[in-house]
């Protein structure tokens, strides 16, 4: 039975969890705990079937101090880890890969160098390379949600589906960190015009949003990265994780 993938996210600056709003760290970064790996085993104890990592000082300084941090909770959880932030060419690509995350999200790479982001899309494929599309008013952003592009969200991923990646993490920046609902009719376009899985991160609420996600699973939107709903307890984890799986909202 298919069931929708709800995946917790984990922020990272100064070393510390933090919830970012529109992915401006300096706007309000709130903090849930100094310990990001303890924060990976307690989504774990919960029942958690899949982890989304963010590297906040790797996407806006492209700073590799958080590495260590990365490879430790990895290596304590025994859940896939998907990681974004601050991977610019092949060589971070390796450093990152080298933790032992299972899944990268490329964002800034796949547009500002094309042609390594295809070498590594080549060498390690669709299932561990993915494409985070960060989204204001139809327009990509890059570097930790910060500099405008120019480029509209669906004919970059129709570029970059051709290229053979078969998912996207959708983001609508605007709703990102502040509760403000998932934007689903960008997700939906996306996956049309695309054929791509997406992922759907920022803005979900509660368990509503959740039961309308899973009501679009047959059109390619089969995950959700949730964080400030579950570090403010918006629904108990244990019983999210059990319906989620069953495919039914109650």
Avoid at 3 to 26: A, F, H, N
Avoid at 44 to 52: D, F, G, K, P, T
Avoid at 106 to 135: C, H, R, S, W
Avoid at 207 to 229: F, N, P, T, Y
Wanted: proline share 3%.
């Amino acid at each position: 039975m298919k069931y929708l993938l709800v995946i917790p996210s984990i922020d990272i600056k100064d070393g510390k969890t933090v919830r970012v709003v529109q992915g401006i760290p300096e706007l309000n970064c709130q903090e849930y705990g100094s310990d990001p790996v303890e924060m990976a085993r307690i989504w774990r104890a919960e029942n958690a079937r899949m982890l989304h990592v963010v590297d906040f000082d790797g996407a806006i300084e492209h700073s590799k101090r958080n590495i260590k941090v990365i490879e430790e909770i990895c290596s304590s959880v025994i859940i896939p880890v998907e990681f974004a932030g601050g991977i610019r060419n092949s060589e971070d690509v390796k450093m990152i890969m080298d933790t032992g995350i299972s899944r990268l999200a490329l964002a800034t790479m796949a547009i500002e160098n094309t042609k390594e982001f295809i070498k590594v899309f080549n060498q390690y494929g669709p299932a561990k390379i993915v494409v985070g599309l960060d989204i204001i008013d139809n327009e990509i952003i890059l570097r930790g949600k910060r500099q405008k592009t120019g480029l509209n969200y669906l004919e970059f991923a129709k570029q970059i589906a051709d290229i053979g990646v078969e998912r996207f993490i959708v983001t609508d920046v605007s709703k990102n960190g502040i509760l403000g609902g998932p934007n689903l009719p960008i997700c939906i376009e996306i996956a049309n015009h695309t054929g791509t899985k997406i992922t759907v991160s920022g803005g979900v609420r509660n368990k509503d949003e959740l039961m309308d996600i899973q009501g679009i699973m047959h059109l390619g939107v089969d995950s959700v990265i949730v964080g400030r709903a579950l570090y403010e307890n918006r629904f108990p984890c244990q019983k999210l994780w059990r319906v989620a799986e069953s495919g039914i909202f109650e």
